[in-house]
């Protein structure tokens, strides 16, 4: 009994398999773009967190507080509808750690936020939002650029 033997030169089955895998990832990231109001939209949620604790009243405080959970909400619907995804997890660690530094900057910056209005400061809170702003745009443009490289294409 003799082995059969593929047409081409060794390895020619494999290559075009991650060829083909290659490709399907590139058309994936391109999928998963957000919309171009996504990241500002997402700014602004996130600011009205960060501004929260500057409102003059406990109920203006829990009011944006509740408006904001509910922007979210329909920020993450609006996104799986758009993309036909919902992204849950980091593609790989340069786009976790992006998510990461994110994250301890908003909570640093609610933290302040909370400690100038407590203390008396509000005047710095909008400062707090200003930046929270900033780093969610800033750090949401670089998230996606860097999540989508790491599925295997280059972001333009």
Same mark, same amino acid.
């Given at each position: 009994?003799?082995?059969?033997?593929?047409?081409?030169?060794?390895?020619?089955?494999?290559?075009?398999?991650?060829?083909?895998?290659?490709?399907?990832?590139?058309?994936?990231?391109?999928?998963?773009?957000?919309?171009?109001?996504?990241?500002?939209?997402?700014? @602004?949620?996130? =600011? =009205?967190? *960060?501004?929260?604790?500057? =409102?003059?009243?406990?109920?203006?405080?829990?009011?944006?507080?509740?408006?904001?959970?509910?922007? !979210? *909400?329909?920020?993450?619907?609006?996104?799986?509808?758009?993309?036909?995804? +919902?992204?849950?997890?980091?593609?790989?660690?340069? +786009?976790?750690?992006?998510?990461?530094?994110?994250?301890?900057?908003? @909570?640093? !910056?609610?933290?302040?936020?909370?400690?100038?209005?407590?203390?008396?400061?509000?005047?710095? *809170?909008?400062?707090?939002?200003?930046?929270?702003?900033?780093?969610?745009?800033?750090?949401? @443009?670089?998230?996606?650029?860097?999540?989508?490289?790491?599925?295997?294409?280059?972001?333009?």
């Amino acid at each position: 009994m003799e082995n059969e033997s593929p047409a081409g030169p060794p390895g020619a089955d494999a290559r075009a398999a991650l060829s083909t895998l290659a490709a399907d990832r590139g058309r994936l990231s391109e999928r998963l773009a957000p919309p171009w109001w996504y990241y500002p939209t997402l700014s @602004l949620v996130t =600011a =009205a967190f *960060v501004a929260s604790p500057g =409102a003059a009243t406990p109920g203006a405080q829990s009011s944006l507080v509740a408006a904001a959970c509910v922007g !979210l *909400v329909f920020l993450t619907e609006a996104y799986r509808r758009t993309t036909g995804f +919902s992204v849950s997890r980091a593609a790989g660690m340069r +786009s976790l750690v992006v998510a990461a530094v994110q994250g301890i900057l908003f @909570l640093g !910056l609610f933290v302040t936020s909370v400690v100038l209005a407590k203390t008396g400061h509000d005047d710095g *809170v909008p400062a707090c939002v200003v930046a929270a702003f900033v780093v969610m745009l800033g750090g949401g @443009l670089l998230y996606e650029r860097v999540y989508r490289a790491e599925l295997g294409h280059v972001a333009r």
